[in-house]
């Protein structure tokens, strides 16, 4: 066993073993409360450097959702206005469009947040090569890059004629690109150092156990996605400044990926 495995099983073992996150002091609202009380226990620095958590291994917590995150790794490119300069697929100044304008063509409206649109759930695609019934496609180009694609003719929406620019009318267009190289850097610089690691509860919410992953290359990664066991999962809001481009997997997955417990 290596020196800095150790290091963490003995932290996991005087400050987190047989204990139950303590969230008194944290905003109750906040699904990441937990997280954050199990990072603090580990020593865990909280900054936004995409460098692994602790001693070379990314840290992974147990969620009550089923499903745990890779990163929040907005696309290179959108099709809409954002970041400085604008970023654009192609010189087509009839695209020219804002975030908001590009969530209410492309999401849909909740009645349940006064009406406030989202490119999130049904209209997002999130696994590869899955056609939603709103014309999108999440695939991987010729360049290697991973790209959300619009084809109007295959978008059912029975009002997408009054909802869709006639100028973007179109099939094959492609709303969101993440580079090949920089999606690469941003796996591996997390996981694929020393690998992960990730805690768990039993029934009662104490933490048992620790998890070993070996270390995940971008082209481990790929062929999780292409098999749909990781996908895109957007939380993309009119009138919100953060994009939410979450990438994760099934916490089931994740446990097919540990090699050793403790």
């Known amino acids: 066993m290596d020196a800095n495995k150790k290091m963490i099983i003995e932290r996991f073992y005087q400050n987190v073993k047989g204990k139950k996150a303590n969230t008194t002091g944290s905003n109750q609202s906040h699904d990441g409360k937990v997280g954050h009380w199990l990072e603090t226990q580990m020593g865990v620095t909280h900054n936004a450097d995409n460098k692994p958590d602790l001693f ?12 745990i995150s890779f990163g929040d790794w907005t696309p290179d490119e959108y099709i809409f206005q954002h970041g400085r300069p604008k970023k654009h697929h192609n010189t087509n ?18 009645p349940n947040k006064n009406n406030r649109y989202s490119w999130s759930g049904i ?27 619009y084809d109007y003719s ?28 920089s999606i690469k850097n941003r796996l591996e610089d997390k996981f694929n150092q020393k690998g992960w690691f990730t805690c768990t509860t039993d029934s009662m919410g104490i933490y048992q ?12 990664w790929l062929n999780l996605f292409k098999q749909g066991l990781v996908f895109f999962d957007s939380g993309m809001k009119e009138d919100e400044s953060r994009n939410y481009s979450i990438w994760r997997s099934a916490t089931v997955n994740w446990d097919n990926l540990i090699i050793d417990s403790y």
């Open 123 to 149: 209209p997002c695609p999130s696994k590869y090569n899955v056609i939603n019934t709103y014309g999108q496609v999440i695939t991987i180009d010729t360049n290697n890059d991973i790209i959300i694609v």
């Open 93 to 110: 100044k009839n695209f020219n469009i804002t975030k908001n304008e590009f969530v209410r063509i492309f999401g849909k409206s909740n």
């Open 154 to 181: 295959k978008d059912t929406r029975p009002n997408k004629n009054v909802i869709v620019p006639k100028n973007m009318q179109l099939n094959h267009l492609v709303l969101a690109r993440w580079k090949y190289q």
């Open 56 to 67: 070379g291994y990314e840290m992974k917590n147990q969620t009550t959702s089923g499903k």
């Open 209 to 220: 156990s620790i998890h070993f992953g070996a270390p995940i290359n971008f082209n481990t």
